[in-house]
């Protein structure tokens, strides 16, 4: 089992250039997040997925949006990056909501000049 | 608003034993969570706590008290692999994991 991965794991943008980050899972848990992780703060919750097909805004929604067409994936776009979106980007997935933990992607160093 | 309090850094000794606090305020609460993260690495999941009392898994004890809002995590015999940060996360009324900044352990020998 690969887990959960992440592409890119590094990438440099130019203000306003859009991308797409991928995370993909095989262990057919049904809830996933997309954290953005920065110097001095906690990870925040950028959008999550509560199952294939359904998407919601976490904490820090602006400037991101999401898709879960599979179970197994899910995409992170960002349409016209900011230098305030310069982060590290984690995916999590989770089998359940209660008592379970999450399990992380390696993560997407993205800069943003 | 939701927080989650922890020190930035804290230093120890190969070998000794250290004890990472975690205070925090949220709306409900629904477990708390302590997690390692290596310095350039993702987070990985250490324990879950729900219940007060102490949790022990080996080199590691995680302790709750829900009435005072606060955990901590021990650390027992340290060892240089243990240079890394502390997260302590905590899943609210939503279920959403409400995460603190972190805490850097450098261990000196």
């Known amino acids: 089992n690969a887990g959960v991965t992440q592409t890119p794991k590094f990438r440099v943008l130019k203000t306003g250039q859009s991308m797409t980050l991928l995370c993909a899972q095989d262990?057919?848990?049904?809830?996933m997040y997309w954290y953005r992780q920065d110097p001095g703060m906690g990870l925040r919750l950028i959008h999550y997925s509560v199952g294939e097909g359904t998407t919601a805004k976490g904490e820090v929604p602006d400037g991101y949006n999401v898709s879960r067409l599979k179970k197994q994936n899910f995409l992170l776009g960002l349409e016209s990056a900011a230098p305030s979106q310069t982060s590290v980007y984690f995916c999590a997935s989770e089998p359940g909501i209660v008592a379970n933990e999450q399990f992380f992607g390696p993560g997407t160093r993205l800069t943003v000049l | 608003g939701q927080n989650i309090d922890q020190p930035t850094e804290m230093t120890a000794t190969e070998g000794a034993i250290v004890q990472i606090n975690c205070t925090y305020q949220t709306s409900g609460f629904n477990g708390l969570f302590w997690y390692q993260q290596h310095a350039g690495e993702a987070p990985t999941f250490l324990s879950y706590?729900?219940l007060d009392g102490l949790e022990e898994k080996g080199r590691f004890s995680s302790f709750l008290s829900r009435s005072k809002g606060y955990s901590y995590l021990l650390l027992k015999e340290l060892q240089m692999k243990d240079s890394a940060s502390y997260l302590c996360a905590v899943k609210d009324s939503n279920y959403q994991l409400i995460w603190g900044a972190g805490t850097k352990l450098i261990i000196k020998p």
């Open positions: 706590n729900v």
């Open positions: 262990m057919n848990h049904e809830y």
